[in-house]
């Protein structure tokens, strides 16, 4: 078995599954407000996430694990070249978790405000600068025979704002789907509105994405090579027009899981366009850090493939649980009783 490659499909999985899963509620943290009319409205919204946005987190915890166990060059080479941006992240990440946590630990207008700010500005920059990275990513870094031959503002090119927008649209399509099915009165009705606005600059954007990723970057190789990769964008965009139909006929829980299946496949196009590299350069593709030039010792790969057999299940089975036991939509007695957010 080549184990360098599991491991490209185990990492490109585990990013995807980031994506899919908490891109929901980065979706909420900063669009979320939209929905909502007074303050039983945000209290309803943020405690929709509440049980759901930090294990949806383990996943990112879990795709950098595995990058620094089976690719190092390349968790290496992404704080090195991408640091700022990887830095601008984290700091989201944590003041987006803090707000989340702290908006509900006093009954005041003035912080519970504050923290509501905090969780939309840091939702919506960890979402945007997710796709600025990922789009660097899918274009090909400046990656010369000294490493990364370029500079923080040439990482802010018009592709990867392009996808960062991108990031920021499907995350606030998917998280006013998740709204839609999960809360309840005016503001469900609301987000569902806002959802069927937001379809059109996301259909929008993908499909200028999808025209510029073919026209300026290596992706369309692998599809012109493998044209069944093709059904990876396609699909994406028939699950896009399956969840507007199912949203529009009033099923926001199907057409929620319609979005997923979108977000998850428009990731794996991606990085089946970049395959076999994990961090391609324009200047030069032999000078990409690959499956073939980073990977681990087929032994550390072999042993870290048999960790994630038996430990992934278990984080699988995990969100189905907390999914299952919370994913019914939240009735007014039961926010009242919970005294969350």
């Not at 430990?311 to 005294?339: C, D, M, N, T």
Request: some cysteine; hydrophobic content about 55%; glycine content about 10%.
């Amino acid at each position: 078995m080549d184990y360098a490659k599991v491991w490209f499909l185990l990492w490109a999985v585990l990013w995807t599954g980031y994506f899919a899963l908490d891109g929901f509620d980065l979706g909420v943290g900063f669009s979320g407000w939209l929905a909502a009319d007074g303050e039983e409205d945000r209290r309803d919204i943020f405690s929709s996430i509440g049980p759901f946005w930090d294990g949806n987190e383990v996943w990112l915890v879990t795709a950098g694990g595995a990058t620094f166990a089976a690719f190092p060059p390349v968790y290496a080479g992404l704080f090195s070249w991408l640091y700022p941006a990887l830095l601008l992240i984290l700091f989201s990440l944590i003041a987006r978790g803090v707000a989340l946590e702290f908006r509900g630990k006093v009954q005041d207008p003035e912080w519970k405000k504050f923290w509501e700010r905090t969780a939309a500005v840091s939702s919506l920059l960890a979402a945007l600068l997710f796709g600025v990275a990922f789009g660097n990513i899918f274009r090909g870094l400046q990656i010369g025979p000294d490493g990364y031959a370029g500079t923080f503002l040439g990482l802010l090119n018009p592709y990867a704002l392009l996808t960062g927008l991108l990031f920021c649209a499907f995350f606030l399509f998917h998280g006013q789907l998740w709204l839609a099915h999960k809360v309840s009165g005016p503001a469900a009705a609301r987000a569902a509105a806002i959802a069927a606005r937001a379809w059109y600059p996301l259909l929008a954007l993908f499909a200028a994405w999808a025209v510029y990723s073919w026209a300026d970057t290596g992706l369309s190789a692998n599809f012109l090579e493998r044209r069944w990769l093709l059904l990876l964008p396609l699909g994406a965009a028939v699950s896009l027009a399956a969840a507007r139909l199912l949203l529009a006929r009033g099923r926001a829980a199907c057409a929620f899981g319609w979005s997923f299946a979108a977000i998850a496949l428009f990731s794996l196009a991606g990085f089946a366009g970049i395959y076999p590299d994990l961090l391609p350069s324009r200047l030069d593709p032999a000078l990409g850090l690959s499956v073939y030039n980073s990977s681990s010792s087929p032994y550390t790969l072999r042993l870290m493939a048999w960790v994630v057999a038996l430990f992934l299940p278990v984080v699988i089975a995990y969100q189905y649980w907390v999914h299952r036991v919370f994913g019914a939509p939240l009735s007014a007695s039961e926010l009242k009783r919970s005294g969350m957010y």
